[in-house]
């Protein structure tokens, strides 16, 4: 018999690298309908030394990334572990681990997300579910986005769920399926150029990209590329920032806030380009959510919907939420991957579980 009620923690470590983000939830489920609290919640900085490694990963030999494998699991188990004793958290069904994602390339059958070796429920002392995108992969979907059937369950009086992270992604039903896919890179280019150019972490309220200049060239040019003419489902990993994004960024020798101006204007005009219907309700999450000037472009773009932002908890931790809520999907042996989301060949339930 299952249970009515689900306490777990949720951690997710995104492609921006702002941070581990740890949740512990409350989950419970009447008459079909579940509802959750977020009861303890914190984002972990990553030290310089490990936020040097990440950056650069994704260029690693296969041996070096084994080791990254098992020295990012010891770290992420001992972060966990910290969090759990700083608010003395005695009572927990699972941890629910999305890891960190270093190589996603689904087309050719791979993807890898670092922290999630077996010994990881040995360093917190906890069952651990994760590893969540391995599985949808080798049954031929994309292994992203995951976060839809959250939405559906959790989030289901809006349109759509967008989320603004390191990539952005929304979700949505149509004709009783649950649509969703990444739409552009946000984060991972908004912060490289923060970062390199300006010393900052990111640019707060979109201020600096503000107070650049549109470059219409450039913003055709990145509206072009390929991948936004291509259907879904479609997810986007670092590579295409790395490979495609950025040199074509730089091949334009004009004032970084320029730049940054003119891609959150093709943030903007894809999102508005991805929702079907350009009405309805639209719930924003993740930092992105905070980048006033990128939440202002969008509503131009699309003047007739209601755009939500919700408090901040729910803005940072919602994908911490979702994955938590994975796990306890996977615990109860249901449906947590939709195919209709990622183009696998059935529903399942993925994650590993490792008592």
Same mark, same amino acid.
């Given at each position: 018999m299952f249970k009515d009620s689900y306490t777990v923690m949720g951690v997710m470590s995104g492609t921006s690298l702002d941070g581990i983000?740890?949740? #512990? &939830?409350?989950?419970?489920?009447?008459?079909? $309908?579940?509802?959750?609290?977020?009861? =303890?919640?914190?984002t972990v900085s990553y030290p310089i030394d490990w936020l040097n490694k990440l950056k650069v990963a994704v260029g690693f030999s296969k041996e070096e990334l084994i080791t990254l494998n098992e020295e990012y699991t010891d770290f992420l188990?001992?972060?966990i572990r910290n969090f759990i004793e700083k608010n003395s958290i005695s009572e927990m069904d699972a941890v629910c681990s999305h890891g960190h994602t270093i190589l996603h390339q689904p087309h050719n059958g791979f993807t890898l997300q670092i922290g999630n070796l077996p010994k990881i429920s040995q360093l917190i002392g906890q069952t651990t579910v994760c590893d969540f995108r391995v599985q949808d992969v080798q049954l031929g979907g994309q292994g992203a986005p995951?976060?839809? &059937?959250?939405?559906? &369950? *959790?989030?289901?009086? #809006?349109?759509y769920c967008l989320n603004l992270g390191g990539f952005s992604n929304v979700s949505f039903d149509d004709n009783g399926k649950r649509i969703a896919f990444d739409i552009s890179p946000v984060n991972t280019v908004l912060n490289?150029?923060?970062?390199?150019?300006?010393? *900052?972490?990111?640019d707060d309220k979109g201020l600096i990209a503000r107070s650049g200049n549109l470059n219409d060239t450039l913003l055709n040019e990145l509206n072009d590329l390929e991948y936004? $003419?291509?259907? #879904?489902? $479609?997810?986007?990993?670092? =590579?295409? @920032?790395?490979? &495609?994004v950025l040199p074509l960024l730089e091949k334009y020798s004009i004032d970084s806030k320029d730049k940054m101006h003119t891609f959150i204007e093709h943030i903007a005009i894809?999102?508005? @380009?991805? *929702?079907? $219907?350009?009405?309805?309700?639209l719930l924003i999450t993740g930092g992105g959510a905070y980048?006033?000037?990128l939440i202002e472009r969008m509503q131009v773009h699309l003047p007739k919907i209601s755009i939500t932002i919700p408090d901040a908890k729910t803005i940072e931790f919602k994908e911490a939420l979702i994955f938590a809520l994975l796990g306890v999907l996977k615990l109860r042996n249901e449906t947590n991957v939709l195919s209709s989301v990622t183009g696998a060949k059935k529903d399942h339930s993925s994650g590993y579980i490792y008592q």
């Open positions: 983000d740890l949740a #512990y &939830i409350h989950f419970t489920i009447k008459n079909q $309908k579940w509802s959750f609290e977020i009861l =303890e919640s914190t188990g001992n972060t995951l976060v839809p &059937i959250g939405d559906r &369950i *959790l989030f289901s009086e #809006y349109d490289f150029y923060a970062n390199t150019f300006f010393g *900052l972490n990111y936004f $003419k291509k259907p #879904y489902p $479609k997810s986007l990993g670092f =590579e295409f @920032v790395k490979e &495609i894809q999102t508005a @380009v991805a *929702l079907p $219907k350009k009405e309805g309700k980048n006033d000037f």
